[in-house]
């Protein structure tokens, strides 16, 4: 994490690099209209199926794919001027930062892989990633990049588990980082043991705002954790899922109440004191906080528009564009021509 001393001017960096992003290269919400015109159908069709039991999918797919943004977008590899060379690659170095850029997908046999950090090695999601792009390389290759298969999947999942309520604009035109940075992922990402004051400023190392910390943490009204994970054993006592002889053995819903669906049931369990991680139960400790996680109780709408209005924030954090990074033929390895 950032030094306090140092937060104002690295979020003064974050805002300025996200108004430059379009001036290095296209970035709009038709950029494959032409290029790849059955996109959008493709990215469907998949999601459709990974989310559906008698298909083989399973609606937890909804928010692995979810954490699996949230972790890609919130790690920022740090360039101190020159060009990045990776496998051959070479390319100018970006204005400081990267964020979305498929970094977390790269696998185990690359340099400085994200996967191996810790808050990432229970991450998911990385088969409905690879059955997108291999479709998508049979009808346009070469031309969609991960990262934005990554972000497509991500809309498209939370839009099906809220019954077509929650969506975002969503521009696109990313392209694919040629490095990953394990060690930022190991500092970046915020831990389920994060109080409220660290949280705050978590988020706000990524020019983020305690109401959007907020609003991003209801992507826990879906998804599992493990049991090992709740901030005190009170909270499995509605969650029969963990009444095992082994605590960590099993794995504990995150929204007691539906969670499969995305709603705003989540905030419901907070006021009831049902969150399961710390992280969670922290948010009801600031009085300011808690009276949005009240509003967003109270009112479904309100927390559909700000959880989208954050997420189209997070979508557009550090992207590459232009002639910057790659466009990965296998979301797994950076190209090697």
């Known amino acids: 994490l950032a030094m306090a001393s140092s937060v104002s001017g690295h979020c003064f960096l974050v805002a300025l690099f996200l108004l430059s992003v379009t001036a290095n290269g296209e970035f709009k919400e038709n950029f494959y209209d032409t290029s790849c015109p059955k996109l959008q159908e493709t990215i469907k069709s998949v999601i459709t199926s990974a989310l559906s039991p008698d298909k083989g999918g399973e609606k937890r797919m909804g928010a692995s794919l979810l954490r699996l943004f949230f972790h890609d977008c919130f790690v920022q590899i740090y360039i101190h001027g020159g060009s990045e060379m990776s496998n051959s690659v070479s390319r100018p170095a970006a204005f400081g930062m990267q964020g979305c850029d498929a970094s977390v997908l790269l696998d185990e046999t690359a340099q400085n892989s994200e996967r191996t950090a810790d808050p990432n090695v229970s991450l998911r999601g990385f088969n409905v990633i690879d059955t997108i792009k291999t479709k998508l390389e049979e009808i346009c290759p070469r031309v969609v990049s991960c990262a934005d298969i990554l972000a497509l999947a991500t809309r498209e999942a939370v839009f099906q588990l809220s019954n077509g309520i929650t969506s975002w604009t969503l521009l696109l035109g990313r392209r694919d980082s040629t490095t990953a940075n394990r060690s930022q992922a190991q500092t970046d990402l915020p831990r389920p043991s994060f109080d409220i004051s660290t949280l705050i400023q978590s988020f706000k190392n990524k020019s983020f705002t305690p109401n959007e910390l907020v609003a991003l943490s209801g992507a826990h009204t879906i998804g599992l954790a493990p049991c090992s994970a709740a901030a005190n054993p009170t909270v499995l006592k509605d969650r029969p899922e963990c009444t095992t002889l082994i605590l960590g053995s099993g794995l504990a819903r995150l929204d007691v109440d539906t969670p499969e669906a995305f709603d705003s049931k989540y905030y419901d369990g907070l006021l009831k004191n049902k969150g399961l991680l710390n992280s969670d139960r922290e948010l009801i ?18 927390f559909s528009t700000d959880f989208a209005s954050a997420m189209e924030k997070l979508s557009k954090l550090g992207v590459l564009t ?16």
Not at 288 to 302: A, E, F, G, I, W
Not at 323 to 335: H, L, P, S
């Open 285 to 302: 400790k600031d009085p300011k906080l808690k009276k949005l996680v009240n509003d967003y109780s109270s009112n479904p709408k309100l």
């Open 322 to 337: 232009g002639t910057n990074g790659q466009i990965r033929a296998n979301c797994n390895k950076v190209n090697i021509n």
